[in-house]
């Protein structure tokens, strides 16, 4: 998980010197509060399982797929069913360095790249067919350059430093096939995490892991901050949180704290101050060195917390989320980014293609309004000259679908051409959108969808809206074969 710390708040927090000194279990006095916790509306009732900042809004992600963000219509739904469309879980998210990219792991093998400012995704799912369980994210680096870590349930991380592309992908085993629960970083290939076996990782070039403790620990241990080498903060069970630094003689030490009888699932830490969080609604602020419980409008068990620069935000079971300033700004919804109209609701779900000879890919309607699918355009730098097969070359499979066929052909010269038969995607579904047979099949291209057309060796195809939108979608060819 990212940080983001919120200057404003903290500021205020120390200038007031209104935390008072707390330790052990016990009643624990309330923080003193720029602004109260209050429940927003939630567009889900399902248990969500992470949230992360953006450069573009808050996203949080949940069972069964669900991947929400907070813009200035409130919450909203961007993603129903995950990367592979399956419904598999989503436990972790993370964002690029630059935050243009949200990354996302969970069940089944589920990873997902999500651009927040086009609404297009990406499917890094079963990376070398594994399929396990992931239990969290983290990533490195800039958009389309990212380093990519997955904390797996069977107690290996997979990691890509080639932006999740496919056969860029290896695998490292920790502790012993105990299941890992957190993943965090501080530097682009150094960071921490933590299994179920009470133990603490760190890797310094993010392929090799050396345990680091903790001695003793009786507690689980959930989530993980890391912040630098000797700067990492561990949330746990039964209250206890523990923090590794170093001590006055200079050696690494773990020292812990109970602030509650509340298991606690996440920690946020920056330069010693932040929060962690927990069942029961439980939220633990700490500044000017010291811990103090925060009041909650809720009961259900909190997953997860992000502390941004004018709102922090809570999320956990049945939807629940809270937040400090539920009036704080936000951008518009990122279903098509900075794209007005039609454009600006349809977002990449998934592309494939067949047998390497026919370019096949998932568009999603992520909108509150239907979209017509009216003209359609493919080009290419690769050797090949049309596309065609026998019926229909062009067809969109949605709530409405749309075809068209030319006996001859269709060429790659990314001129648009109209549907014989347009498409219709309703609010909230998808379609498949199949652009036929390079050259009849005489030309395999294999290709990985990008979110900018390369410089060399690419496929664009473009869609033309009902209210003369379009947007392209580009794809990088990997392999060329005739």
């Given at each position: 998980m990212r940080r983001e710390q919120n200057t404003t708040r903290r500021e205020f927090l120390q200038a007031s010197g209104g935390i008072a000194a707390v330790a052990t279990v016990g009643a624990m006095p309330t923080a003193a509060e720029t602004a109260p916790w209050e429940s927003v509306t939630s567009p889900v009732d399902v248990t969500l399982w992470d949230v992360a900042k953006t450069d573009r809004n808050e996203f949080a992600v949940g069972g069964g797929g669900i991947v929400v963000e907070r813009t200035e219509q409130g919450w909203t739904t961007v993603l129903q069913s995950g990367p592979t469309s399956n419904g598999n879980s989503l436990y972790g998210a993370d964002v690029t360095d630059d935050g243009k990219r949200l990354w996302f792991a969970g069940s089944s093998g589920a990873i997902g790249e999500y651009d927040v400012e086009t609404g297009s995704l990406v499917d890094h799912s079963a990376p070398n067919d594994v399929t396990n369980n992931f239990s969290d994210i983290a990533v490195t680096g800039p958009k389309g350059d990212a380093n990519v870590y997955v904390a797996g349930g069977s107690g290996s991380v997979h990691y890509s430093f080639g932006n999740g592309a496919s056969g860029t992908w290896n695998a490292a085993s920790v502790g012993q096939g105990n299941a890992l629960k957190a993943i965090d970083f501080y530097g682009e290939k150094s960071g921490h995490l933590v299994n179920g076996n009470a133990k603490v990782f760190h890797t310094a070039d993010g392929a090799s892991w050396n345990r680091i403790g903790i001695a003793d620990a009786d507690v689980s241990l959930y989530g993980v901050d890391s912040d630098g080498e000797y700067d990492v903060g561990v949330a746990a069970g039964s209250g206890t949180v523990y923090h590794y630094a170093l001590d006055d003689q200079g050696v690494p030490t773990w020292t812990s704290e109970t602030l509650g009888e509340a298991g606690l699932r996440d920690v946020e830490l920056e330069g010693g101050d932040g929060y962690v969080v927990g069942n029961g609604g439980a939220v633990f602020d700490r500044?000017?060195?010291?811990?103090?419980?925060?009041?909650?409008?809720?009961?259900?068990?909190?997953?997860?917390?992000v502390d941004a620069s004018n709102n922090d935000i809570a999320v956990g079971a049945s939807g629940t989320i809270v937040e400090t300033n539920p009036d704080a700004d936000a951008d518009p919804g990122s279903g098509g980014?900075?794209?007005?109209?039609?454009?600006?609701?349809?977002?990449?779900?998934?592309?494939?293609?067949?047998?390497?000879?026919?370019?096949?890919?998932?568009?999603?309607?992520?909108?509150?309004?239907?979209?017509?699918?009216?003209?359609?355009?493919?080009?290419?730098?690769?050797?090949?000259?049309?596309?065609?097969?026998?019926?229909?070359?062009?067809?969109?499979?949605?709530?409405?679908?749309?075809?068209?066929?030319?006996?001859?052909?269709?060429?790659?010269?990314?001129?648009?051409?109209?549907?014989?038969?347009?498409?219709?995607?309703?609010?909230?579904?998808?379609?498949?959108?199949?652009?036929?047979?390079?050259?009849?099949?005489?030309?395999?291209?294999?290709?990985?969808?990008?979110?900018?057309?390369?410089?060399?060796?690419?496929?664009?195809?473009?869609?033309?809206?009902?209210?003369?939108?379009?947007?392209?979608?580009?794809?990088?060819?990997?392999?060329?074969?005739?």
């Open positions: 500044a000017n060195g010291q811990w103090s419980q925060d009041d909650t409008p809720t009961s259900q068990g909190l997953k997860a917390i980014g900075g794209q007005s109209g039609d454009a600006g609701r349809i977002g990449r779900v998934s592309a494939q293609t067949s047998e390497s000879e026919s370019l096949t890919f998932t568009i999603e309607n992520v909108g509150e309004e239907s979209v017509t699918v009216e003209e359609f355009a493919l080009e290419t730098d690769v050797g090949v000259s049309t596309i065609e097969r026998s019926g229909a070359e062009v067809t969109i499979a949605g709530d409405v679908n749309g075809s068209a066929d030319d006996a001859t052909g269709f060429p790659a010269d990314d001129a648009l051409r109209a549907l014989d038969a347009t498409a219709t995607l309703a609010p909230g579904t998808s379609g498949q959108v199949d652009f036929g047979e390079y050259d009849g099949g005489n030309v395999a291209l294999t290709v990985d969808p990008v979110a900018d057309r390369p410089a060399g060796s690419y496929v664009g195809a473009t869609l033309k809206y009902g209210d003369d939108t379009q947007e392209t979608f580009h794809f990088a060819v990997t392999n060329v074969n005739s």
